[in-house]
């Protein structure tokens, strides 16, 4: 599709283990954004990348979570050693250096 | 610190008749300003947006006002229609970031 597209849409998994939620953006989008979404708030910024770069992790909550975008496309970002206060849906976006971010339909994680 | 706030959690507007949808920020830094539309189990779809250097900008049913001597934003939607019923999320940016609101919930009535 022409859209952005996240994997896994949904995924559960047990308190403590490790998760990796992967990104496809846009083809021939340079920027890619990760936010997530708790129960009853508004977005939250994670990371950004241009191209392969990270210049702004100032979102990451902790040195848990980390992200890594290879080939100016494909980003995964990984929670380690999950608690269940990362329980939300994260979201990607991607864009394009002058554009508006576009939205994927986010991974729900629900942490046991 | 909430820069970007959404003071109404959710509105209720009569299809036909216009909805106003607030949005207030503290940072005077920001310079573009954009409306997200949401649905449940869906990403938020981008609706219009405008730049600090404008007080308003048109597309279609949705105009975005902006007064910047008050940090404030609205969004109009006329005439409203029951597919517009949907969370409306403000955002802000002054690097690339969005700042987000907390979202308010739109329902549009027959």
């Known amino acids: 599709g022409a859209g952005v597209s996240q994997s896994p849409s949904n995924k559960v998994t047990e308190k403590g283990k490790d998760v990796e939620l992967r990104c496809d953006p846009i083809s021939g989008h340079t920027a890619l954004y990760w936010y997530r979404q708790s129960l009853g708030q508004g977005l939250e910024f994670l990371i950004y990348f241009q191209g392969n770069s990270a210049p702004d992790k100032s979102g990451l909550p902790s040195d848990r979570f980390s992200a890594e975008r290879t080939g100016g496309s494909v980003s995964t970002l990984t929670i380690q050693r999950t608690q269940q206060e990362d329980s939300a849906v994260y979201l990607c976006?991607?864009?394009?250096?002058?554009?508006?971010?576009?939205f994927g339909d986010g991974t729900r994680l629900s942490i046991l | 610190d909430q820069q970007v706030k959404q003071n109404s959690p959710s509105l209720s507007v009569q299809e036909g008749r216009i909805s106003i949808l607030n949005c207030d920020y503290t940072n005077s830094m920001f310079d573009y300003f954009l409306w997200y539309k949401k649905y449940p189990a869906e990403g938020p779809t981008f609706l219009i947006s405008i730049s600090s250097i404008k007080d308003k900008n048109e597309d279609g049913r949705f105009t975005v006002f902006l007064n910047k001597s008050a940090k404030h934003l609205s969004l109009h939607i006329v005439p409203s229609q029951p597919g517009d019923s949907a969370v409306y999320f403000c955002a802000a940016t002054h690097t690339d970031k969005l700042i987000f609101g907390t979202g308010t919930r739109l329902q549009v009535f027959p």
């Open positions: 976006a991607s864009s394009t250096t002058i554009g508006p971010q576009h």
